[in-house]
Each structure stands twice: as structure tokens, then as C-alpha cells.
């Protein structure tokens, strides 16, 4: 399933976590009157923070949306992952729910969604040159290709105690096939701010009865390994 959208055009660590304070705390607000969600995850409002995110970080006034799941689908296969998931063990399989493509697709970034269980202290690669944060109940590291983003979700029912085991991954991955040499701080700033809202599109879903990202977000860097 597939949309199109057009509109028009209308560094430090501390310049970082203040700039991405501004564009989370901005986004959050609306947060109190959210959008009726669809039967998938991938619409973005006109306007939103979202949309805006999505079209800085690709570079293109316009773009494709691409639907991999519907909320139904996304929300069953995290459930019955989650019942699988061996504690101590790896994690699953991910799940791709969105993918969002510039229009014309040229050399401009696409962004890809992918979301996964992860057992509580499973470590993984983070993305090249990328940066630890911290963002309410979250944690992640964010960098030119990619945005990790973890955070606990208390399920419910008799999903609540594999959950106090487990942890939610949304990746965000940013691929191009020209790579970028002109990426600033700023273009990382989007694509963390961007993966922190669809990551609370997820745990709406999903139902997470601890709110995890509910809050208007505060992020903060941490110091790197």
C-alpha cells in the first residue's frame, strides 16, 4: 500500500541536546490531541512535525509512503514475538511498518522503520559515529545512517510479565545510494527527533500501560562507550 504527499518550503554536544529539546518539546505538545490513527502507523499529518522531519531528512519537497504493515498485523506479530522471546537469548526478527520515499526517488535519503524485542542488557553495534542519548524512559545512539531507540513497554494482561523482561528496538535507517559528505549535527538532530515520535507511534499501539513516551520528551546526550 502506497501514498503520496507534496507541499511546499514554507555543534557541540550541548548545541545537540538543546536543539533537540526545541524540536521533541514542539512535537510533544501535540501529543495532548493526537491524530486518529489509521489501520497503519505511516500516515503523516499536513502539517506535522513528522511530516516536516521526514522532509528535511530526505531532502525532497515531496514523498512516498510506503505502508509494510497495518496496525493489526504490526501489533500481532510484536505479541507473538514477544511470547517467543528467550530471556537472555537474542532478539527477534525485525519488522519493517514504514517506509518513506522521496519523490523524485533520486540520490536523496530514504528512511526505513523496522521494530523489535531485544532481551533487557542484549547489546548491539549501534550505528556508525554515533552518538548516546537519553530521552524520558529511552535510550538509543543516533548517527548518519541510523537512529537506535530503546524503551520498556509494559504490556498488558498475560503479555505483562515477558515484557518486564524485554525491551522495544525502533531503528530508524536512513539509505541512499550516493552517500551524504555534507551531514551536520543539525541533520542528525531530525533523524533522532523523527525516530522518537514513530517509536511512540508504536507504544501507543501496542498499548504499553507504562506510557513510556507519553511525556513531553527531554533528551539528553551521554557520554560516549
Keep these: 500500500m502506497r501514498t503520496s504527499s507534496r507541499r511546499d518550503d ?3 554536544v550541548k548545541r545537540w541536546s538543546a536543539a533537540l529539546v526545541c524540536v ?3 512535537s510533544g505538545c501535540s501529543s495532548e490531541h493526537p491524530e486518529p490513527r489509521a489501520d497503519h502507523l505511516c500516515t503523516v499529518a499536513d502539517p506535522s512535525a513528522e511530516r516536516d522531519l521526514l522532509r528535511q531528512i530526505m531532502r525532497s519537497e515531496g514523498f512516498e509512503t510506503q505502508i509494510n ?3 493489526r498485523s504490526l501489533t500481532a506479530r510484536l505479541e507473538e514475538d514477544l511470547r517467543s522471546l528467550p530471556s537472555g537469548g537474542d532478539e527477534t526478527d525485525s519488522v519493517g511498518f514504514c517506509t518513506y520515499i522521496p519523490e523524485p526517488a533520486t540520490d536523496h535519503l530514504r528512511v526505513r522503520m523496522d ?3 531485544q532481551p533487557q542488557g542484549f547489546k548491539k553495534r549501534p550505528p556508525q559515529d554515533a552518538v548516546p542519548f537519553v530521552a524520558n524512559e529511552a535510550v538509543g545512539e543516533t ?6 531507540l530503546r524503551v520498556r513497554c509494559e504490556m498488558p494482561g498475560e503479555l505483562k510479565e ?3 523482561k524485554a525491551v522495544l528496538s525502533v ?5 541512499v545510494s550516493v552517500p551524504h559528505t555534507d551531514m551536520v549535527q543539525a541533520d542528525r538532530d531530525r533523524q533522532t527527533s523523527l525516530a522518537y515520535l514513530m517509536t ?3 507504544t501507543e499501539a501496542l498499548g504499553c500501560e507504562n506510557k513510556p513516551l507519553a511525556k513531553p520528551p527531554v533528551v539528553k546526550p551521554l557520554p560516549g562507550p
Aim: proline share 3%; net charge positive.
Design 10 to 12: 514554507g555543534t557541540t
Design 24 to 26: 521533541l518539546a514542539l
Design 69 to 71: 504493515k497495518t496496525t
Design 115 to 117: 521494530v523489535r524485542w
Design 143 to 148: 548517527g548518519d545512517t541510523g537512529t537506535l
Design 162 to 164: 515477558p515484557s518486564d
Design 171 to 175: 531503528e530508524a535507517g536512513y539509505g
Design 200 to 202: 511512540r507511534r508504536v
